[in-house]
């Protein structure tokens, strides 16, 4: 049987970036616009700087020390999202100035 990692004493910096992350997705899905957006993107980016005590097994290797991790999926998916709304604002924004 796998031996659980022990997260109790990790970095509480990264649960609180983690917590961040998941009320800026909330926001981001409830009111997308620039500010939640921009805040989601942020937020993404600092959890990429702290998440490396409860980041997981590396998915893709890059460098002998370097890597992509379970954990780096969480700005990838972001990035994603808010590249995904700001298509569907362009486009709803042509397809509207076609019908004036």
């Known amino acids: 049987m796998p031996v659980l990692h ?3 004493h990790s970095n509480p910096l990264a649960w609180s970036v983690l917590l ?16 939640s957006q921009a805040a989601l993107l942020g937020i993404s980016g600092l959890w990429l ?9 590396t998915l893709v290797v890059l460098a002998r020390r370097r890597g992509v991790t379970v954990a780096d999926l969480l700005s990838l998916t972001s990035l994603g999202l808010v590249m995904w709304q700001r298509w569907r ?7 509207h100035q076609r019908v004036r």
């Open 6 to 8: 022990d997260i109790s």
């Open 49 to 57: 700087l702290v998440n490396s005590p409860i980041e997981g097994p």
């Open 20 to 35: 961040a992350w998941i009320a800026a997705l909330w926001w981001v899905r409830r009111r997308p616009g620039a500010a």
């Open 89 to 95: 604002h362009l486009s709803a924004r042509k397809a």
